[in-house]
């Protein structure tokens, strides 16, 4: 398996990790611990796969294979993935559009972007540049 593949595998498993100590002191129960685990795996799959494979194809076509590209990208990545699931989770309860997009208007949801989530993201992008290597030429 190259290990591009690899990186958009195991790096995005990084999110479900950083969360487990905050569900562990404050979640009892055993189906929510678990649904949410679920839920920000398969979001943290989801981000990297339309936002971090695009990202990473653009900036490999472009020789762009520096390191701080990696979290700068997965910072923004994170964000925007995480802000899409709010929207998305959001309409899907049967807010409206505009309340949904309120919760960005305040100090707690802009807040959530800049810790822990984009950090979270800087971790991915920096996992899958380390794994992927994508400085170095195929051989």
Known sequence: MSRPVIAFLVAPLVVPFFLLPSL????PDGFWFAM??????ITAYAGT???GLPAY????ARKWTSFWFAPVVGFIGGSLAYCLFI???????GHSPSSVMASFSNASGL???LWPIGPEGA????LLWLI????????
């Not at 949410?36 to 795996?41: K, S």
């Not at 194809?57 to 490999?60: A, D, E, I, V, Y």
């Not at 992927?132 to 051989?139: F, L, T």
Request: net charge positive; hydrophobic share 60%; charged share 20%.
């Open 123 to 126: 971790v991915v992008g920096s």
């Open 57 to 60: 194809l653009f900036l490999r």
């Open 111 to 113: 807040r959530d972007l």
């Open 132 to 139: 992927a290597r994508p400085d170095r030429a195929a051989r």
């Open 36 to 41: 949410t685990l679920i839920v920000a795996t």
């Open 24 to 27: 562990l002191s404050g979640m």
């Open 87 to 93: 929207v998305l989770f959001g309409l899907s309860l």
């Open 49 to 51: 796969f339309f936002f």
